[in-house]
């Protein structure tokens, strides 16, 4: 597993670039595409057709990479157990895709028309179920019941975290707090699982799998707190999907609770009565919008998400230091560029 490190013992001190890191486990990374796009589709030719589709897809691969570069750090991993793992685990973030862009009834992903827009929101729900059972069956199948243990318990979390999320929808006065719990549950969810179960194939001590699970939380919650900024400000074409559905839908973001919270009253209560009353138009957005932008409320996300992903990289420096922590760092210092 640990054959392209040579780089960063001879050199710890020239921090690694994404790329690199991502050059450190590409053969790893080709390899999980291909057991993706070889799982076994069903006996339906439209499913199968869905599923094709559904697999065809590479995103950046963040889970499986955590969990490949924690592995790294030891010895003990069996590359088999790793492989599948990692495997599972980009099959349960595919399946959460699959079901969030039915519930927000989004027609983009990966730059690409989603399953509900494409086909149906009955067929993404179905092909979801199918990849979240699949995927809990080939841990069974492949005897990693450490790992089958440790994801069900997450994906336990990011189904509280999105019942959460609906449950606070169209509520303008969301607290700060609540916002937090439901991006941990929702997206560090899969991010946690990721290293700890790469720690436990790992055979990692106790001190060392706690601070890369403390570490992981911090960077999945600097990921999404960034991806609600990018909602307010991204270009459609460069991040794959359309802007302003969650403000459309009603999920109150960082940016949007720190404007309300110190931003002009009046133009705030204008823009909370369109939030909690939905069907909001183009122009109403285009309002919405600029006043978030004015209160700094994106700029206090930004900074939000450099305190975690901070923080995360923190949690590092509890490790001893023969460990080859420099890819984890680099994860964690492209989080901190992202929100610049």
């Known amino acids: 597993m ?17 790329p690199e890191v991502y050059s450190l486990v590409r053969k790893d990374l ?66 959460t895709l699959l079901h969030d862009d039915c519930l927000d009834g989004t027609s983009l992903r990966r730059g690409v028309p989603t399953v509900n827009h494409r086909w ?17 069956d080939l841990l069974c199948e492949h005897g990693l019941y450490a790992a089958l243990r440790i994801l069900t318990f997450h994906t336990f979390r990011m189904t ?8 606070g929808r169209r509520d303008a006065r969301l607290p700060l707090e609540e916002y937090l719990r439901i991006i941990d549950e929702k997206t560090a969810a899969l991010f946690v699982s990721s290293c700890e179960i790469g720690a436990v194939l ?22 999404q707190v960034i991806d609600d900024v990018f909602d307010f ?24 609770i720190h404007a309300l919270k110190e931003g002009d009253t009046t133009r705030g209560r204008q823009v909370a009565e369109w939030f909690s009353r939905g069907d909001v138009t183009e122009e109403e957005w285009t309002a919405a919008r600029q ?6 409320g994106v700029d206090a996300a930004k900074e939000k998400a450099r305190a975690l992903a901070t923080s995360a990289r923190e949690r590092l420096s509890t490790l001893t230091a023969d460990l080859p922590i420099g890819p984890l760092l680099a994860t964690a210092e492209t989080m901190i560029a992202r929100s610049r």
Request: glycine share 6%.
């Open 233 to 256: 400000t991204g270009d459609p074409a460069a991040i794959g999907k359309p802007v302003g559905t969650d403000f459309k839908l009603g999920f109150a973001t960082l940016p949007l």
């Open 30 to 95: 080709d390899e999980i595409e291909k057991r993706l796009v070889a799982i076994e589709r069903p006996d339906v030719p439209r499913t199968a057709e869905i599923m094709d589709h559904v697999l065809s897809l590479q995103g950046k691969r963040v889970r499986p990479l955590l969990l490949l570069l924690v592995t790294r750090l030891s010895d003990a991993a069996d590359r088999e157990d790793v492989l599948w793992a990692s495997t599972v685990v980009e099959l349960v973030h595919t399946a």
């Open 160 to 167: 509280c975290g999105m019942n959460r999320e609906f449950a």
């Open 120 to 136: 149906d929101p009955h067929s993404a729900i179905l092909m979801g179920d199918y990849l979240f059972t699949k995927a809990f």
């Open 291 to 296: 006043f978030v932008i004015d209160s700094g």
């Open 2 to 18: 640990r054959d392209s490190l040579a780089r960063e013992r001879s050199a710890p001190s020239a921090p690694l670039s994404l």
């Open 202 to 223: 790992a055979e990692l001590p106790e001190t060392t799998a706690t601070a890369l699970s403390e570490f992981s939380r911090d960077l999945g919650s600097a990921f």
